[in-house]
């Protein structure tokens, strides 16, 4: 099975700031890397496919890059809604979905 | 408008069955794999496994095969995620979400709101 790691599992940031996120799979999977945003007590959402392309109603302050085993999600400016938790989730094989332990931003 | 509405929150005792489901609208409810996602508290996400309701071919992750049952009943547009016997340990939030595919990757865009189940004696 593929495995998705990231990297930090916290972060503390203030408004404004440049954040990024990593994740790192266990083998190739070409550019076939979702990202998600899940606030406390609420449902993940999807804010990018395919590794760099933003889902409809996205902030574009939201920009993801990376491919083969390294990807990373850039928030340019955290704005306050912001903080939460980040996921990765690996795309490429049907059978496997696999999530990354996930990421959370908080405010410094 | 798109929307996955799933059933209300459960208590159970261990060892009881329970059937919770998963409500799609705005969409060809066949046309569309619908997968489960299991979120224990504090926890992250895990994938459970999968369905397409056209025809219910139906997939699991290895950690939940044989642990949970997934169905369909398309002529409701609705999904179930069911349990023959509840542990404390299956005491979680489970989301239903739609997979969309996009050049031979998968991708959860909409998600239900979820179903806390809770099992305690």
């Known amino acids: 099975d593929i495995q998705m790691t990231q990297s930090p599992s916290s972060v503390s940031a203030s408004v404004g700031d440049r954040v990024t996120i990593t994740c790192r799979a266990s083998q190739g999977i070409s550019s076939w890397l979702a990202w998600y945003q899940q606030k406390p007590g609420k449902a993940p959402k999807l804010l990018i496919y395919a590794a760099s392309s933003l889902q409809s109603g996205v902030p574009s302050r939201f920009s993801g890059s990376g491919s083969g085993t390294d990807f990373t999600l850039t928030i340019s400016s955290l704005q306050p809604e912001d903080f939460a938790t980040y996921y990765c989730?690996?795309?490429?094989?049907?059978?496997?979905?696999?999530f990354g332990g996930g990421t959370k931003v908080e405010i410094k | 408008e798109v929307q996955l509405v799933q059933s209300g929150a459960e208590v159970k005792k261990p060892g009881e069955s329970l059937k919770i489901s998963c409500k799609g609208s705005g969409y060809s409810f066949t046309s569309y794999w619908i997968g489960w996602v299991r979120q224990m508290p504090g926890k992250g996400l895990e994938w459970m496994g999968i369905i397409y309701p056209g025809d219910s071919d139906t997939r699991y992750s290895p950690s939940f095969q044989g642990q949970v049952t997934i169905s369909a009943d398309k002529s409701i547009s609705t999904a179930y995620l069911q349990w023959s016997s509840l542990k404390a340990s299956d005491t979680a939030m489970y989301y239903c979400?739609?997979?969309?595919?996009?050049?031979?990757?998968?991708?959860?865009?909409?998600w239900g709101q979820g179903t806390l189940v809770t099992v305690s004696s």
């Open positions: 979400a739609r997979l969309f595919a996009y050049s031979s990757s998968w991708y959860f865009d909409y």
């Open positions: 989730q690996q795309a490429n094989s049907f059978l496997a979905l696999t």
